[in-house]
């Protein structure tokens, strides 16, 4: 599929979102949740289910999530494991639906920011875990976001992905993690050359897909280098 067939497939399905009556109740994971108009609509986007499905153990953990939609998965992780759980969003309407979900279901241990990235972060506080489920199709840097929903899915030229690992070292604790959910593609060789231009290692921690099949996800695992490691990047297997 071309670059330009891909990026019209995700607008119709953007689009499709939208005609369904809001807000709508969905349960999932043992929570009970609310999505409201306008938010990143997960009736048709379903990585969410996998990244779930998948998450390795953060117990114990300080975790925080850039892009927090509607609330999953840092409802659950702060419900199942984690210290605490930060979950920033660029779009006050994410925001207000993921603080209403965490209300619903009694999560008292979850933090919502209005954030651009790390914009609103606390600069002291330091995380074990920062998870991107990053919007990995490809656009062309001159790309104009027609809505807020495209922030979901496109990234004009990895500029956000560049601007994200430039930043995360500030606010990794020691012997910290990203984890980025990236789906299988040529692109992950963009991925991995763009983790050792800025000081990482890279290593594919899980993959698969949903039993109706579709796109295939998978987990990378980026940790920051120092000193002779610098200039060796770790890439797991299959990618």
């Given at each position: 599929m071309s670059v330009e067939s891909e990026i019209d497939q995700v607008k119709r399905r953007l689009a499709d979102s939208q005609n369904q009556t809001y807000p709508y109740f969905m349960h999932a994971f043992g929570l009970d949740l609310v999505v409201q108009e306008g938010v990143f609509p997960p009736s048709h986007f379903f990585s969410w289910r996998w990244s779930v499905e998948n998450f390795p153990s953060v117990r114990g953990q300080r975790v925080l999530e850039i892009g927090c939609g509607m609330g999953l998965p840092s409802i659950y992780l702060a419900k199942n494991g984690a210290a605490v759980v930060v979950a920033v969003d660029i779009d006050s309407r994410a925001v207000a639906n993921t603080q209403?979900?965490?209300?619903?279901?009694?999560?008292?241990?979850?933090?919502?920011?209005?954030?651009?990235?790390?914009?609103?972060?606390?600069?002291?506080?330091?995380?074990?875990?920062?998870?991107?489920?990053?919007?990995?199709?490809?656009?062309?840097?001159?790309?104009?976001?027609?809505?807020?929903?495209?922030?979901?899915?496109?990234?004009?030229?990895?500029?956000?992905?560049?601007?994200?690992?430039?930043?995360?070292?500030?606010?990794?604790?020691?012997?910290?993690?990203?984890?980025?959910?990236?789906?299988?593609?040529?692109?992950?060789?963009?991925?991995?050359?763009?983790?050792?231009?800025?000081?990482?290692?890279?290593?594919?921690?899980?993959?698969?897909?949903?039993?109706?099949?579709?796109?295939?996800?998978?987990?990378?695992?980026?940790?920051?280098?120092?000193?002779?490691?610098?200039?060796?990047?770790?890439?797991?297997?299959?990618?």
């Open positions: 209403e979900n965490a209300e619903r279901n009694r999560i008292d241990n979850i933090v919502v920011l209005q954030s651009d990235m790390f914009s609103a972060v606390d600069p002291s506080q330091k995380f074990d875990t920062i998870y991107w489920n990053f919007p990995d199709y490809y656009v062309p840097e001159d790309y104009k976001y027609a809505n807020d929903l495209e922030r979901g899915v496109f990234d004009p030229g990895y500029t956000m992905l560049r601007s994200f690992l430039k930043q995360v070292p500030a606010h990794l604790a020691e012997d910290g993690r990203v984890l980025l959910e990236f789906a299988e593609g040529d692109r992950v060789t963009t991925l991995s050359e763009l983790a050792k231009a800025n000081g990482y290692t890279i290593e594919l921690i899980a993959r698969g897909s949903l039993p109706d099949g579709g796109r295939v996800y998978q987990f990378y695992e980026l940790k920051t280098t120092t000193g002779s490691d610098r200039n060796r990047t770790e890439v797991g297997r299959g990618s």
